[in-house]
């Protein structure tokens, strides 16, 4: 099966930074493209981030300004840096991978980590 594996997440001040990092692993041939969402308490699974195998990067719009994804193909593993964090951003991040070629699955198969937690604090 496919493994994703967060970290970085924490307790930060507001206007602070952090480094989120995802990576992915076991069977697979590829993987097409990785991602970040959040929840935050009481409210959706939100987009955050994304990006292809090829670079090519997506952000929320409201976000684009604070946050930059980042990622290495050779390590199937991807960043999300927050700068300027403010309290809104307090909220459980998920990273997504779209992998190919996991045996006994369809040609396209969407994974998600158990997610990382980020408190800001004012």
């Known amino acids: 099966q496919v493994h994703l594996v967060e970290s970085g997440g924490g307790l930060v001040q507001v206007g602070g930074s952090l480094k989120l990092s995802c990576a992915a692993s076991?069977?697979?041939?590829?993987?097409?493209?990785m991602g970040w969402y959040r929840q935050a308490p009481g409210k959706q699974r939100e987009f955050v981030a994304g990006?292809?195998?090829?670079?090519?990067?997506t952000l929320s719009d409201s976000l684009s300004d604070r946050f930059t994804i980042s990622g290495d193909n050779g390590k199937n593993t991807v960043w999300l840096q927050m700068n300027s964090v403010q309290s809104e951003d307090t909220a459980v991040y998920y990273c997504?991978?779209?992998?190919?070629?996991?045996?006994?699955?369809?040609?396209?198969?969407?994974?998600w980590g158990q997610g990382t937690r980020v408190t800001v604090s004012s």
């Open positions: 990006i292809t195998s090829g670079g090519i990067t």
């Open positions: 076991g069977r697979f041939s590829r993987v097409n493209a």
């Open positions: 997504n991978a779209d992998v190919v070629g996991v045996p006994g699955q369809a040609s396209i198969s969407r994974y």
